[in-house]
Nanobody, 120 residues
Framework: VQLQASGGGLVQAGGSLRLSCAAS????????MGWFHQAPGKEPEFVAA????????YYADSVKGRFTISTVDAKNTVYLQMNSLKPEDTGVYYC??????????????WGQGTQVTVSS
């Protein structure tokens, strides 16, 4: 599985961005597709995940109510809609895929990351 993330950018606090991750390969809907956030100088942290086959979704407490993850199986694409952005959301966002695990432990495959900068 190859993952290509896009959609990052510079936004003011309170603004919105939508990240996209396009996946190659088959059986996309069977994978947990997720996003991790790496703040400057820190380790990547789990943000959200979903799986197309059962429409399950998972979120870190820090983004519940602000971020929404969704998948479009026909496009092999997972989206992360980020609203009410805060300066602490700044960092690199990585797309990941895992056939078995979801949450902090997931990560069979990783994309290249996309930078999000939230100005105060």
């Amino acid at each position: 599985v190859q993952l290509q993330a896009s959609g990052g950018g510079l936004v003011q606090a309170g603004g919105s961005l939508r990240l996209s991750c396009a996946a190659s390969g088959r059986a996309f809907s069977k994978y947990y597709m997720g996003w991790f956030h790496q703040a400057p100088g820190k380790e990547p942290e789990f943000v959200a995940a979903s799986r197309g086959s059962d429409d399950s979704t998972y979120y870190a407490d820090s983004v519940k109510g602000r971020f929404t993850i969704s998948t479009v199986d026909a496009k092999n694409t997972v989206y992360l809609q980020m609203n009410s952005l805060k300066p602490e959301d700044t960092g690199v966002y990585y797309c990941t895929a895992d056939i078995l695990r979801v949450g902090a432990a997931m990560g069979d495959f990783w994309g290249q990351g996309t930078q999000v900068t939230v100005s105060s």
